[in-house]
């Protein structure tokens, strides 16, 4: 299989609540949007792939959140980053942490709960080797 994008789908219960989550506190940019109420979407830069929030119309049933999902976002400063989530009231689910594997990682939840996993790859980890 070749796969030529990707693309993560979220149906959250509050359109707008995780819009002012993912741009407003996350800064994630749009990359377009589509439809209109109740039929909404916008799609966010996520790195190398994209986030697609699609609004729910309320005769849809929401579909349950599979257990043990969860986005991982790799960031340049985690202090950095950890310190404007609070500051912006996002609450820290796990705090920044060297891990055994080398990363230095940190959760948060989106509006539905959704954990993030916040991470920084330190200067000396593998992953900063480009291997191809």
Do not use: C, N
Request: glycine share 8%.
């Amino acid at each position: 299989m070749q796969v030529l994008r990707s693309r993560v789908l979220l149906r959250p219960r509050d359109l707008d609540v995780s819009l002012r989550f993912y741009e407003g506190i996350l800064g994630l940019h749009r990359s377009r949007e589509f439809g209109s109420s109740p039929h909404r979407g916008v799609v966010l830069f996520l790195g190398g792939a994209e986030l697609e929030l699609t609004e729910t119309a309320p005769e849809d049933e929401r579909p349950p959140s599979p257990d043990g999902v969860r986005l991982w976002l790799q960031v340049p400063d985690l202090a950095a980053v950890t310190a404007e989530l609070t500051a912006a009231g996002v609450t820290l689910h796990e705090a920044p942490e060297h891990k055994p594997w080398g990363l230095i990682e940190a959760i948060v939840h989106d509006p539905d709960g959704l954990s993030l996993v916040l991470v920084e790859v330190p200067d000396d980890h593998p992953l900063r080797v480009d291997t191809r």
